[in-house]
Nanobody, 126 residues
């Protein structure tokens, strides 16, 4: 079973940037596709971005594309989410997740992911 641990969250001013990191422990070597979701109190998880195992394809929530970038490191043990020009409405708990499904349309849905990290809080405020 894969283990995921997020880090890099914090308090940032509007217009600032943060880089979130998801450490991936994958002892079985399963080919996971990875996603980032975010959640605010009282609401469900919102899809942010996804990347395939190879790292050749990335997908974003429409309103976030251009500000957020998802990537893998070469060793496939870390997934990054680079967030730029942050806005107060980006405030949320950000979680990374792993899925073995290869059907693209499933990557946008939280229930398609089998493993989750605990999340890291991102607060955008002046």
């Amino acid at each position: 079973q894969v283990q995921l641990v997020e880090s890099g969250g914090g308090l940032v001013q509007p217009g600032g940037s943060l880089r979130l990191t998801c450490a991936v422990s994958n002892p079985t070597g399963t080919m996971y596709n990875m996603g980032w979701f975010r959640q605010v109190p009282g609401k469900g998880r919102q899809f942010v971005a996804a990347i395939n195992y190879i790292g050749s394809r990335t997908y974003y929530e429409d309103s976030l594309e251009g500000r957020f970038t998802i990537s893998w490191d070469n060793a496939k043990d870390t997934v990054f989410l680079e967030m730029n020009t942050l806005k107060p409405e980006d405030t949320a708990v950000y979680s990374c997740a792993a899925t073995t499904t290869w059907r693209l349309r499933d990557w946008y849905t939280a229930t398609s992911y089998s493993d989750w990290g605990r999340g890291t809080q991102v607060t955008v405020s002046s």
